[in-house]
């Protein structure tokens, strides 16, 4: 199974983007690379999803390195809300998600 | 948005019952669904999948006789775990997907604690 590497914490000023980072050099041609957050004691929260090219929504962008084995998710405006786990996450033909072990992004006012 | 809930959102059992939790996709029709296992301060461990009307397929290292699966519509799948001991305690959190499989939408989990 593919797997993700992320950074164990991330820090950032409140208003300032952010930059989360995705290892993923394993990953196979038809794994999506998806993004959830989740707070404490709650379900993950979809943030962002895509297959090779960039992807933009209201929530965040995804960055996807041309040989796809990397991505970076960007929150543009960092808001204390944004504070959270980010999961990296490949995705098999099968729709089975393998979560790794996260990012916590800490938000600072 | 999809909406997947989960019931109930907290349970405390003794040690040796059974414990059922339910999960559902309640505006859409979820063809697969997965759960998941989550232990304090780590990661969520894929489970075991199910699909509507077929037996579930659990994950290496996932005991089926103790984690019982039941995908019996398209709308619903539950969770028994069976004699539940302490080590048992966690937080367990379904997953649904519709059409569109690379697309999980999660429930807002169940907390089990076996005393």
């Known amino acids: 199974d593919a797997k993700t590497t992320q950074p164990n914490s991330m820090e950032s000023n409140e208003e300032e983007p952010v930059h989360l980072p995705c290892n993923h050099s394993t990953i196979s041609g038809t794994d999506y690379i998806h993004w959830y957050r989740q707070l404490p004691s709650q379900g993950p929260e979809y943030v962002i999803h895509?297959?090779?090219s960039n992807v933009n929504n209201r929530m965040a962008s995804l960055a996807i390195a041309e040989d796809r084995k990397s991505s970076t998710l960007i929150l543009h405006r960092a808001t204390l809300r944004d504070a959270a786990v980010y999961y990296c996450i490949l995705s098999d033909s099968w729709g089975k998600f393998q979560f790794g072990a996260g990012t916590q992004v800490v938000v600072t006012p | 948005g999809a909406v997947v809930s989960q019931h109930p959102s907290w349970v405390i059992c003794k040690s040796g019952t059974s414990v059922k939790i339910e999960c559902r996709s309640l505006?859409?029709?979820?063809?697969?669904m997965f759960w998941y296992r989550q232990f304090p301060k780590q990661s969520l461990m894929l489970m075991a999948t199910?699909?509507?009307?077929?037996?579930?397929?659990?994950e290496q290292g996932v005991e089926k006789d103790k984690f019982l699966i039941n995908h019996a519509s398209l709308t619903l799948s539950t969770l028994t775990v069976t004699s539940a001991h302490p080590e048992d305690s966690s937080f367990y959190i379904c997953?649904?997907?519709?059409?569109?499989?690379?697309?999980?939408?999660f429930g807002p989990g169940t907390r089990l604690t076996v005393t």
């Open positions: 505006d859409f029709q979820a063809t697969t």
């Open positions: 199910s699909n509507e009307g077929s037996k579930a397929t659990y």
């Open positions: 997953s649904a997907t519709g059409n569109a499989i690379y697309e999980q939408y």
């Open positions: 895509g297959l090779t």
